[in-house]
């Protein structure tokens, strides 16, 4: 990787001077300034990060990419993977994408400036843009490259988990609410379902949401399906989509699970909490975590790390919202 000797060394001018003038420490005459600057830029780096790397050659510090953080579920996850880190000596800038492209794009060139020493990569919406990053990247859910390693839950089959267990409550008509196209885990669990269905010859329809948690458009979605009362069972992507599908039916006079039963995805705290309380199914959040940071680190290392897809293992959580009697 390139550093301020190569900049010395292309520019045919003594490491003090670039140094003088990436601290803005001391006279660097204007010649030498042009010849650093034309460096700089071919190289691509920009010269804060330079100055800082003449001090530190790796810093001590995670950029962890968080797609939405008000999802409770990614709060969870952050916070496991902040621990983990901290108990490696390491420190977690966080980054909220908001699974926006160009929200993403802007902070992964702030973590290279800051000159991160690994990069966790949660439901990425780029791909060509980690190609030329020189800093170990461990993704979770969406795959961004070949040489990039990716952990995340047994989504397709947690998918068929969810119908063969509303099956067994006798739903026979579902509605399954699918999360946005872009998102990986959502989609694989759309598939084990929709096969699982198909099996059992349950009758599935479909609607998609938008987002996984952004009130206002959750609530838009809601108020544009038809009527849910047609339906016994529904299964949601995730469970704080649930929660709002829950108060939703709630308003609207429905009885949960009297007259339909509802599951959702995750095991976030915020299951517990609601009345009813939600049967979902468990992401291994703690092991999801764990397995992250042990992976990026390893890399960080340069340790060899063969597997490129770590998928782990998903079961069901049944509470009250699927019991077949009163609560
Ligand atoms: O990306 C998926 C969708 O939402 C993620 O695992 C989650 O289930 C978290 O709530």
């Known amino acids: 990787m390139s550093n301020i000797r190569e900049i ?16 803005d420490t001391g006279y660097v005459s204007d010649e030498s300034r042009e010849k650093i600057q034309k460096i700089i830029e071919e190289l691509n780096y920009t010269p804060n990060a330079l100055a800082r790397a003449v001090f530190t050659k790796s810093s001590k510090i995670i950029g962890l990419m968080v797609p939405n953080i008000s999802n409770p579920f990614f709060n969870q996850l952050a916070s496991i993977i902040e621990e983990y880190a901290k108990n490696m ?30 990069i966790i990569a949660s439901r990425s ?7 030329n990053i020189n800093i170990p990247v461990v993704a979770f859910e ?14 397709y089959n947690g998918g068929r988990i969810a119908c063969e267990h509303l099956y067994s409550k006798n739903c026979r008509r579902i509605l399954q609410i699918r999360g946005p196209k872009s998102f990986e885990a959502t989609e694989l669990r759309f598939e084990g379902f929709m096969d699982a269905a198909k099996e059992l010859g349950v009758k599935t329809s479909f609607i998609e949401f938008q ?7 959750l609530e838009a979605d809601i108020n544009s399906m038809d009527d849910i009362s047609q ?29 339909v039963k509802i599951i959702g995805f995750d095991n976030s705290f915020i299951g517990e909490l609601l009345y009813p309380s939600l049967t979902t199914i468990n992401q291994p959040i703690e092991e999801i975590g764990r397995t992250i940071v042990e992976l990026l680190i390893k890399q960080i290392n340069l340790e060899k790390v063969t597997v490129k897809d770590y998928i782990l293992q998903t079961k069901l959580i ?10």
């Open 125 to 131: 919406q780029c791909k060509e843009e980690y190609t």
């Open 8 to 23: 010395a060394k292309r520019a045919g001018i003594g490491i003090a001077t670039v140094s003088r003038y990436l601290n």
């Open 231 to 259: 339906y016994d069972g529904i299964f949601v992507f995730n469970d704080i989509a649930a929660a709002t599908i829950m108060r939703s039916l709630k308003k609207r006079g429905v009885k949960i699970p009297q007259e």
């Open 211 to 217: 987002s996984d948690f952004q009130v206002e458009m």
């Open 89 to 118: 000596g390491y420190t977690i800038f966080l980054c909220n994408t908001d699974d926006d492209r160009e929200k993403e794009k802007n902070y992964l060139e702030v973590l290279q400036s800051h000159r991160v020493a690994g």
């Open 142 to 155: 969406n795959h961004i490259l070949d040489s990039i390693i990716t952990v995340s839950s047994d989504n």
């Open 318 to 327: 049944e509470r009250e919202t699927t019991f077949s009697r009163d609560i």
